[in-house]
């Protein structure tokens, strides 16, 4: 059994194109995360949400758009991709919302934009 | 601006050796951090932490750590396995409030059979 999972695992798409990301976690947990690991290896967050409410947006630009339709699901649409949008990215999940609660990470997406 | 650092991009240690990870931090504010190993094209998985109110915490062959005054920890691995082969990430937060890990750049770290 899959903690987070995440779909698709590789995504190679075009310039301009509008693309979205899934993740599910069967842990039970309340908060998610989006994290976006780029060439230089910074893995850096973007987004998070507990109970479906967004909780941390870190200056990501608005063409990223994370939708959390329950507490198991955070799906991260991107629009108009750009080059600079190739990178891997995480999505993980935490029992709650505190610095000090360990999170658990899916696979990662990568993403190429040709 | 990188509050977390690990100037090591990567290591190699015999199979049965000590393994010693390092890790710099900047902020202050800084009082929970843990440690993450990934494998290729896996996620980063969980290994260990430890509060600043700690300076060691130990699981297994896993030690990490802490020299609050220093802001730096490391992370021991003893005795090393070929297994243990992989990206090593130490990460760090403040527990007041942001709610989120600042993650360093990760050391490779190669043991040899």
């Known amino acids: 059994d899959t903690a987070v999972s995440q779909t698709p695992k590789y995504l190679v798409t075009q310039m301009g194109n509008d693309k979205s990301i899934k993740c599910e976690q069967n842990?039970?947990?309340?908060?998610m995360y989006w994290y976006k690991q780029d060439s230089k290896k910074f893995l850096k967050i973007m987004f998070s949400y507990n109970n479906k409410e967004l909780i941390i947006n870190e200056t990501v630009p608005n063409r990223f758009s994370p939708k959390s339709p329950d507490k198991a699901h955070l799906n991260l649409h991107i629009n108009s991709l750009e080059l600079g949008d190739s990178a891997v990215y995480f999505c993980?999940?935490?029992?709650?919302?505190?610095?000090?609660?360990?999170?658990?990470f899916g696979p990662g997406t990568r993403l190429t934009v040709l | 601006d990188q509050q977390v650092k690990q100037n090591s991009p990567s290591l190699s240690v015999q199979e049965g050796r000590i393994s010693i990870l390092n890790c710099d931090y900047t902020n202050s504010m800084f009082d929970y951090f843990l440690w993450y190993k990934k494998y290729p094209a896996e996620g980063p998985t969980f290994l260990i932490s430890?509060?600043?109110?700690?300076d060691k915490n130990e699981d297994g062959r896993f030690t990490v750590f802490l020299n609050k005054s220093a802001k730096h920890l490391s992370l021991h691995i003893v005795p090393s396995q070929p297994g243990d082969s992989a990206v090593y990430f130490c990460?760090?937060?403040?527990?007041?409030?942001?709610?989120?890990?600042?993650f360093g750049t990760g050391t490779r770290l190669k043991v040899l059979a």
């Open positions: 990460a760090a937060s403040s527990t007041s409030g942001t709610y989120k890990y600042i």
């Open positions: 430890i509060s600043s109110i700690k």
């Open positions: 993980a999940s935490s029992q709650e919302l505190a610095s000090s609660d360990t999170q658990y």
């Open positions: 842990l039970g947990h309340d908060t």
